[in-house]
């Protein structure tokens, strides 16, 4: 018997507890985050949380036509601060949204996870990540490319892991689209066949408007069996975590910050009041280090780890949030300063220019707000979808939109412009973007089609 030594390289995936627990502090709104920590506190003598005095904010400061952003401390009471902003817009406290969250959904799909014995550690951790990048749904909103650039594994590894996600209940859970999500819902039910495929691929904004003709004819079958699998279609989820997540609810949406303009500058105040300080509790972890007993060492050692752990990852949330926002104040000052539409700007623009990965800009993002002139601006909302001209210039949706908006306000009463004469209007002004599109941000600002224009005009 021949035996050697033989020197490998292999790689594994390790996705470790701070791993974990980093990525779901990062994504976490501020009511859930501050439900979080005061539970980790009730579970760890080690940890004491102090709440925020009302009177310690941080400002960013934006000076008009400037590149330069200056940060400083304040540290007045809440009726002076009130004063202050009094006059600019006025003080207004944050605004308060009912909200639901989603916590159990996750809860049972790593259940399911559990009971598949036949995974290896590597593959599990692996689908536990990707479970940590479903959005409230149940989609997966980042590119697998990006996962596997993200972990330095192969993309091979992560397309594996996330088909084992995909079989998991509800059916639908780890769907990019829409139309992958009812495909995975329908293969694994008896309706399942070439006619419901291709329904659901190709048809389905003739299933939204109710077109059986045109459904028929790109069926290739009768209007009845049209209708037939139009009902089919419609008794599919859209979403996968529908009816799940309700057991712990999250009260209140407040935002991170409120952002105002004051003297031509732009002040972004964080909302530290609602999050309570962390701290360890150093009475307690001296009286244990004094005990010689193995037990309370061990305890005292693990209660440790976990509380600079969750120390850590509070900060570094705390810290990731101020570079976005920072870069955000930056490169949309105009918005912000002027009432300009917002600048091309996508979270894969604004995650190469911070050197972070496009997945850390989505869930520092997620389900987190900025008060802004008395209400309340998803940060998602911030980004626009980048479109490019001819001549290579880029242009945001917000503007395509202005454009549209300025083309049917010119338009002849009694000859509204269709969508089709609306996109080559576009293109004739170097805007190259489908008549889909079009008929959608016509309807996002709230514009009716042609037909009811007319009607209109016609009164």
């Avoid at 904010?57 to 590149?67: A, K, Q, T, Y």
């Avoid at 395509?400 to 269709?418: A, D, G, N, Y």
Wanted: aromatic share 6%; glycine share 6%; charged share 25%.
């Amino acid at each position: 018997m021949d035996m050697r030594q033989v020197q490998r390289t292999e790689q594994r995936l390790l996705l470790t507890q701070a791993m974990r627990q980093s990525l779901e502090v990062l994504q976490m709104a501020l009511p859930e985050l501050r439900e979080y920590i005061q539970d980790q506190a009730l579970s760890n003598p080690l940890l004491e949380i102090e709440e925020a005095h009302e009177h310690l904010s941080v400002e960013f400061l934006l000076r008009r036509n400037s590149d330069t952003i200056q940060t400083s401390w304040r540290d007045e009471g809440l009726g002076d601060l009130r004063a202050r902003r009094t006059g600019c817009d006025g003080w207004r406290e944050p605004e308060v949204n009912s909200l639901h969250g989603s916590v159990d959904f996750a809860t049972q799909l790593y259940e399911q996870l559990l009971g598949m014995k036949w995974l290896s550690e590597r593959m599990k951790g692996l689908c536990e990540y990707l479970i940590l990048c479903l959005n409230d749904r149940g989609y997966l909103d980042f590119d697998l490319p990006e996962i596997a650039h993200e972990l330095q594994i192969p993309l091979f590894d992560v397309e594996q892991a996330l088909y084992i996600v995909q079989s998991l209940q509800p059916a639908g859970v780890g769907a990019r689209t829409l139309s992958e999500c009812l495909i995975l819902q329908l293969t694994q039910g008896e309706n399942f066949n070439a006619r419901t495929l291709r329904a659901v691929q190709e048809g389905l904004e003739l299933i939204a408007k109710n077109n059986m003709t045109g459904l028929a004819k790109l069926l290739s079958c009768t209007k009845n069996e049209a209708q037939n699998t139009a009902e089919v279609i419609r008794r599919l989820e859209p979403f996968p975590s529908r009816g799940y997540g309700n057991a712990r609810p999250v009260p209140y949406q407040i935002p991170e910050a409120s952002i105002w303009e004051e003297n031509g500058q732009l002040r972004l105040e964080w909302n530290h009041r609602f999050l309570p300080r962390l701290t360890m509790n150093q009475e307690t972890s001296n009286l244990l280090r004094q005990s010689g007993d193995a037990a309370n060492q061990e305890y005292l050692t693990k209660n440790t780890n976990d509380a600079v752990r969750l120390i850590r990852c509070v900060e570094n949330r705390q810290s990731t949030m101020e570079r976005l926002m920072k870069e955000i104040l930056q490169y949309q000052q105009g918005f912000f300063l002027r009432g300009e539409p917002l600048r091309a700007m996508t979270m894969g623009d604004l995650a190469e220019r911070l050197g972070l990965n496009i997945s850390t800009v989505s869930r520092a993002v997620r389900d987190k707000s900025v008060q802004f002139q008395g209400r309340s601006i998803p940060l998602r909302d911030l980004f626009t979808v980048k479109l490019t001209t001819p001549q290579g210039e880029d242009l945001s949706s917000a503007a395509v939109k202005r454009h549209i908006s300025r083309l049917i306000q010119e338009e002849t009463p009694s000859k509204p412009f269709s969508d089709e004469q609306l996109r080559c209007a576009l293109e004739a002004l170097g805007i190259v973007i489908s008549r889909r599109t079009v008929a959608k941000y016509r309807e996002e600002l709230g514009i009716p089609g042609s037909s009811q224009r007319r009607q209109k005009a016609g009164r």
